[in-house]
Nanobody, 120 residues
Framework: QVQLVESGGGLVQAGGSLRLSCAASGRTFSTYDMGWFRQPPEKEREFVAAIRWSGGSTRYADSVKGRFSISRDNAKNTVYLQMNSLKPEDTAVYYC?????????????WGQGTQVTVSS
């Protein structure tokens, strides 16, 4: 069982940066592949980024490539999403998730989400 808690969301102006964190409980965090998803207002949830359990491989949605960076610290049971050059269309609730079978990850655990609002 893994519990995930996101933090770091907030209100930022376009062009600004935020770093989201996702803290995981349990001693098996380092065995899970991790992902970030987002759900914009009145839209479906979409994939943002993923990272292999070892941290050695990452993938990104085309919409965030070159602006967002996913990383993890297995010693701290935490995965991060560094978001730069934010745009109003990045406004969404951001969720982290844990699973296996990278790169086609089967996600078993989800956090409660953190709101990111980008003003123009």
């Amino acid at each position: 069982q893994v519990q995930l808690v996101e933090s770091g969301g907030g209100l930022v102006q376009a062009g600004g940066s935020l770093r989201l964190s996702c803290a995981a409980s349990g001693r098996t965090f380092s065995t899970y592949d991790m992902g970030w998803f987002r759900q914009p207002p009145e839209k479906e949830r979409e994939f943002v980024a993923a990272i292999r359990w070892s941290g050695g491989s990452t993938r990104y949605a085309d919409s965030v490539k070159g602006r967002f960076s996913i990383s993890r610290d297995n010693a701290k049971n935490t995965v991060y999403l560094q978001m730069n050059s934010l745009k109003p269309e990045d406004t969404a609730v951001y969720y982290c998730a844990a699973g296996t079978n990278y790169p086609i990850i089967n996600y078993n655990y989800w956090g409660q989400g953190t709101q990111v609002t980008v003003s123009s």
